[in-house]
Nanobody
Framework: QVQLVESGGGLVQAGDSLRLSCAAS????????MGWFRQAPGKEREFVAA????????YYADSVKGRFTISRDNAKNTVYLQMNSLKPEDTAVYYC????????????WGQGTQVTVSS
């Protein structure tokens, strides 16, 4: 089994930054691609960013491109989401997820961390 635990969420003002972390356990972390998703109240969960096993390839939703950066530290079994220039529309619960076979279909999910951006 895999456990994913997110942290780093909070209440910030528009324009501020936050860094989310997701610590993984239970599998060889470096063998799997990882992703971040978010879900705002009343909306469906949406893709935010993804990173390959080595960290050499990254992918972003258009809504966060240029503001968010996904990275990973395989020695620490952790994936990060650096969020800069936050906007009120970034308010959501943020989830990390693990992709077992590298097809952008995610098999394991964390419990989520709340990010609230006030205007």
């Amino acid at each position: 089994q895999v456990q994913l635990v997110e942290s780093g969420g909070g209440l910030v003002q528009a324009g501020d930054s936050l860094r989310l972390s997701c610590a993984a356990s239970g599998r060889t972390f470096s063998s799997y691609a990882m992703g971040w998703f978010r879900q705002a109240p009343g909306k469906e969960r949406e893709f935010v960013a993804a990173i390959s096993r080595s960290g050499g390839s990254t992918y972003y939703a258009d809504s966060v491109k240029g503001r968010f950066t996904i990275s990973r530290d395989n020695a620490k079994n952790t994936v990060y989401l650096q969020m800069n220039s936050l906007k009120p529309e970034d308010t959501a619960v943020y989830y990390c997820a693990l992709d077992l076979i590298g097809t952008f279909k995610y098999d394991y999910w964390g419990q989520g961390t709340q990010v609230t951006v006030s205007s």
